[in-house]
């Protein structure tokens, strides 16, 4: 799994999992991943999450945002190809409503 922050504003950023395989079926076996927001270093340290995005490359795929990672440009070209396939499906539970809160009692 990579975790990259990508800073919006001076106070926002979206943080980009990208999976594989291998992340999968380690979920799948019910390992849970977790990310630890303070690895991410100073410049992140006061600033908001604004939302979290979760994709999936290949091996392939993840070389080659290794490869192109050191340029903003070449960084937000992969992610883009890895966003290639997302869809907004209302009838499966998509939308722009607030989230609703879980509470236990």
Do not use: C
């Not at 992140?44 to 994709?55: D, E, G, H």
Request: glycine share 4%.
């Amino acid at each position: 799994m990579i975790a990259i922050p990508l800073s919006l504003t001076a106070a926002h950023y979206d943080l980009f999992l990208v999976f594989e395989h291998e992340d999968m079926e380690r979920i799948k076996a019910y390992d849970p991943a977790d990310i630890s927001t303070q690895k991410f270093g100073e410049q992140y340290r006061n600033k908001q999450i604004r939302s979290i995005v979760i994709m999936f490359a290949t091996k392939e795929e993840m070389k080659r945002l290794a490869d192109r990672s050191n340029t903003l440009d070449g960084l937000l070209q992969e992610l883009k190809q890895l966003a290639r396939g997302w869809k907004y499906q209302p009838d499966k539970g998509d939308n722009d409503l607030p989230y609703q809160n879980v509470s236990f009692q």
